[in-house]
């Protein structure tokens, strides 16, 4: 198993740097290529997307409405509530910037992946309500328009993506999911984890066994709902604190061209360290470029592709530019980014580590001594008295026996046991001392501390925990249509029911058991999928232009409002003569 972890963080750490160099390749040439699309044609998108344009006559299995919202209840998740937290810990505020930066690019990227998946997607045939009508995703515009456009053979590499994002929503999008939930319920209720992932799999398969049309009228409620509460909630906190936005803001723009540092001591003076934080968490928050969104995009009613591509270019806008500005501001704004607050540190916990300083003030990481000193408190690395003991990479000045911090600790930390002794031989398996929070607790603290003004600081910690929750769910929904979609192109739509079972039972079983490292296989699953669709989406440019400009030249939504006037009056005529 340790041979495994070792090999799953060097494949991480050889494509992570990858990854990024072409997500952010492919949105600049798409923006490019395209004329800056999501700058001209944002309006349309709200257009369409609020089904002014729609006609149920036309093809597919959803609204144009509902495909967005199940595409966003993927995409706005743990990583609009933790991921943002995760920037700024470790770039600074400057990070969030950077995510802004990514997201305008994405919208592009989406926009091209979407409209090519909608322009490739397939009928079934005769099929049952929770097999759907269509499909559609880069593995259809892999196969078909790379054979369409260069003669190219791609198959394979339309399988190997189908295959590897298939894994992902087992993984990432599903057990990740219900162990985020069962372990917050059971830190916070006691619940025992095996109860919370039955129930949550109860919830999650009564949805997906209706299929798309199910999934879509659920996320269509679900999504605005949950994204509503985080947002009004983040911006009455911002209004509460309004003279300190000001502030943020212009910490935030100026720390991202000359960042003083991360609160993880990282990035002093390196532009490159807070630009890397701030890309990493804006790609994956928003997926643009991942494939995964276009699955949902592609069960749309409409026989317009392009009309599909200015509806999703809509969501890194509202994922990253609405719902992470939000999660940034009160970040910042609060001062919670770099507060040490009194906390329980678990003496087996992960997130202790060991730090020296350098001579230009970073922290860099060091082995796990055999035995660390305490001496009154302080912490004493044998042989190193610049080395730190940390929590979260940040170090803790002293160390105490009681949440009061009223008894100071004094004896010897055996890191590998994970326990502590004094002089008289008693031992403790945690201790206590001011840290820094980070992920989902750093929020929730901004949110705490945000409401204290109006004595409503436990209310913060609840809109943040029930947020998780809906978040969570939300995403287990979404990806499992994914998944069945790639089941279906690998292997029939025969595979979809077993599909569904499958999944199921992996949720259950997230939630009940340690998911490190199927976190991590689900984080290389992803990369070794996105590669291939952005490289394809550059070959594919070209047919995308003419696409883009032709629907442009048409304006095909003119005839779409016409019709959708047309049935409103015979609908209206209808309820008159009754």
Partial sequence: MEALAHFIDWANDLLSPVLVIGLLGAGVFLTLRLGFIQVRRLAHGFAVTSGKYDDPNEPGDVSHFQALTTALSATVGIGNIAGVALAIHWGGPG????????????????????????????????????????????????????????????????????????????????????????????SNFGVATWITGLVTAT????????????????????????????????????????????????????EAFTPTAGVAGTGIGLFLVTMRYGVQRGLFS????????????????????????????LEPFIDTIVICTTTGLV????????????????????????????????????????RLEVREGIPVVEGDEDARFAYFDVP???????????????????????????????????????????????????????LEPVGLAPLGRWVVLICVFLFAISTAISWSYYGDRCANYLFGKRAILPYKMVFLIMHFLGAVVAVTTIWDIGDVALSLVTLPNVITLVLLSGLLSRITKSYFERKPWLENAQVRARLRAEKKAKNEAR
């Fill in 286 to 313: 928003n997926e643009a470029g991942q494939g995964s969104a276009p699955i949902a995009h592609s069960a749309a009613k409409t026989d317009e592709p392009v009309s599909e591509g200015v509806v999703a270019l």
């Fill in 203 to 254: 919830l999650v398969g009564i949805v997906i066994i209706g299929g798309i049309k199910r999934i879509g009228a659920v996320t269509g409620i679900l999504a605005p709902v949950m994204a509503g509460l985080y947002v009004v909630s983040a911006l009455f906190i911002l209004i509460l604190n309004a003279g300190a936005v000001p502030a943020a803001l212009g910490r935030i723009i100026v």
């Fill in 396 to 450: 803790v000045d002293t160390l105490y026996l009681d949440e009061d911090h009223t008894t100071v600790f004094s004896g010897v930390i055996f890191p590998s046991e994970g326990v502590a002794r004094d002089a008289s031989g008693q031992e403790y398996d945690a201790l206590y001392g001011n840290a820094v929070k980070n992920s989902a607790p750093l929020t929730s603290l901004g949110f705490q501390r945000g």
């Fill in 95 to 186: 990070a969030l910037f950077w995510m802004w930066m990514t997201a305008l690019l994405g919208m592009a990227t989406k926009y091209s992946e979407v409209t090519l998946a909608q322009y490739y997607r397939v009928n079934i045939e005769g099929g049952k309500a929770w097999e759907g009508s269509v499909a559609g995703g880069p593995m259809y515009y892999i196969e078909k328009g790379m054979k369409e456009v260069y003669g190219w053979n791609w198959k394979p590499v339309a399988v190997f993506f189908a295959f590897m994002l298939m894994l992902t929503s087992f993984m990432t999008g599903n057990a990740i999911q219900a162990n985020t939930i069962a372990t917050e319920v059971a």
């Fill in 331 to 370: 970040i910042v704004a609060t001062g919670v980014f770099d507060a040490k607050v009194p906390t329980t540190i678990p003496l087996n916990d992960n997130n202790i580590s060991y730090l020296e300083i350098d001579p230009t003030g970073n922290y860099d990481s060091i082995r796990a001594p055999e």
